[in-house]
């Protein structure tokens, strides 16, 4: 229940899935995360990185070999999510139809 409670706080599975990339400074993760503020960032990070998901390299943050395990696990929902998403504009966009 720990691990969900971490991925389930904004922004930690956007960190992750983003860092499972390529390793960035701190700059280029907010760019690429777009609305996530300055103190959030730092403070997923550092929960992130006291997890053990995330360490600090040469080129910037990257994801530890235990944050690489756990994106290869959690991949697999990035194309469920995708198709699922399809799924509920298409159910969105649909006619009603009118039995009178």
Not at 6 to 14: E, P
Not at 21 to 26: C, D, I
Not at 55 to 72: C, K, N, P, V, W
Request: glycine letters at 8%; hydrophobic letters at 35%; proline letters at 4%.
């Amino acid at each position: 229940m720990a691990l969900f409670d971490l991925l389930g706080r904004s922004w930690a599975l956007g960190i992750i899935w983003q860092l499972s990339q390529q390793p960035m400074t701190f700059r280029h993760l907010q760019e690429s995360c777009e609305s996530v503020s300055p103190s959030v960032l730092n403070r997923r990070i550092k929960e992130l990185r006291e997890s053990g998901l995330l360490e600090r390299g040469d080129a910037g943050y990257q994801l530890s070999d235990t944050g690489q395990e756990l994106f290869q696990l959690l991949a697999p929902l990035g194309n469920w999510s995708t198709h699922w998403a399809g799924l509920q504009v298409e159910n969105t966009t649909e006619p009603t139809s009118n039995n009178t």
